[in-house]
């Protein structure tokens, strides 16, 4: 068995993470693999070493192709069993054609049930397997102090990380948390984010407290846009107790794996792929018509589609809770067993077994 994996691991996005974890889930596991890179970007990101060495071996000998790529892009080839990989976050994508570009392939493999719903929803009539995102989870655990933020320092500090983007509802999370939580309160929000920059990130932040009319001044939230070093980025993370997720549509979510990994529950939004494998609290939501993704693609996200609008009500009373009880060590340790069951070495070890699956 030897593996062409074709994917957009060099752009530097969550999408690109998760192509450079399967590639390194799939070597782990003692799987020849051969990874060629596309990309929508004119620069690359820094490449993993281990990912720039497999790089150098040829693709003759490869009888297996997975494509982790918009499925517009996918490419049947009689050479090879074709593989698509695909995550969505909405409840279909019927007013595309995609469907038809994944029928053409021999399988499909996408992060969960809730992708492997909307797909059968979309029309998908080809075996569609579970394959969820890996992590390397010891370089987490193991990685050594970076930078950390003052501010953060004996307080209890709820953490958002994703894109600024209408699906991931920043909105709601600033309106939950400035309503439940009085500034003299020993509690940060802090916002890592990308897509926007710093200026309009604040001027955002403070447009939706204004909107709430409940105080003059409002505890300042602490935001950093852009990327930050991997050592910075875990040892800013490590500082927090509470990650919230208040997306309404997740297909996976990198990053609230990442807390989990360091003993970091999660809030999330309730009939996302997140209640699949989060430890902490789900909120619940009510399903609505997409609105307002305009930063994608044309035809995904459309209001024929639905996601999932999380109860801001709901979403404070779980956020006062969390700072309530602030995290006991039993929680701690339930995030860091059920992180570790996405391994590099144990998602590696269930890729193998599906590409074995006759």
Request: proline content about 3%.
């Amino acid at each position: 068995m030897k593996i062409l994996y074709i994917g957009h691991y060099k752009d530097g996005t969550g999408w690109g993470d998760a192509a450079k974890n399967n590639i390194l889930a799939l070597h782990k596991a003692g799987v020849e693999v051969v990874p060629r890179a596309i990309s929508y970007n004119e620069t690359d990101s820094e490449t993993d070493e281990k990912i720039l060495e497999l790089e150098q071996k040829s693709t003759e000998g490869c009888d297996i192709c997975i494509q982790h790529t918009l499925p517009s892009n996918y490419v049947y080839d009689s050479r090879f069993k074709n593989i698509g990989y695909l995550a969505i976050e909405s409840s279909d994508f019927c007013d595309t054609l995609w469907h038809k570009n994944i029928n053409m392939m021999d399988e499909l493999w996408v992060p969960s049930e809730y992708v492997k719903k909307a797909c059968v929803k979309s029309g998908v009539t080809i075996p569609i397997k579970i394959a969820p995102h890996a992590l390397d989870i010891d370089s987490y655990t193991n990685s050594p102090d970076g930078a950390k933020i003052e501010q953060l320092l004996d307080t209890f500090n709820f953490v958002f990380v994703g894109e600024f983007i209408e699906r991931k509802n920043i909105k709601a999370l600033l309106r939950a948390f400035h309503t439940e939580f009085h500034p003299k309160e020993p509690v940060n929000l802090l916002i890592k984010t990308s897509g926007i920059d710093m200026k309009e990130l604040e001027t955002y932040c403070d447009s939706i407290k204004k909107g709430l009319k409940l105080r003059k001044q409002y505890k300042k939230e602490l935001t950093i846009s852009g990327r930050l070093e991997k050592q910075d980025y875990i040892s800013v993370l490590k500082q927090c107790h509470s990650f919230v997720m208040p997306s309404r549509g997740e297909g996976f979510c990198i990053p609230a794996l990442e807390a989990m990994c360091l003993g970091i529950p999660v809030i999330y939004t309730k009939g996302t792929a997140l209640s699949e494998f989060c430890v902490g609290s789900a909120v619940e939501s009510r399903s609505e018509s997409c609105f307002g993704g305009m930063g994608s693609l044309p035809n995904i996200y459309t209001a024929n589609s639905e996601w999932w609008e999380i109860n801001i009500k709901e979403l404070q009373i779980k956020m006062r809770n969390a700072y309530m009880k602030n995290v006991d060590t039993l929680s701690k340790e339930r995030c860091e067993k059920q992180s570790k069951k996405y391994s590099h070495e144990n998602i590696g070890n269930l890729f193998k077994e599906l590409l074995n699956d006759k």
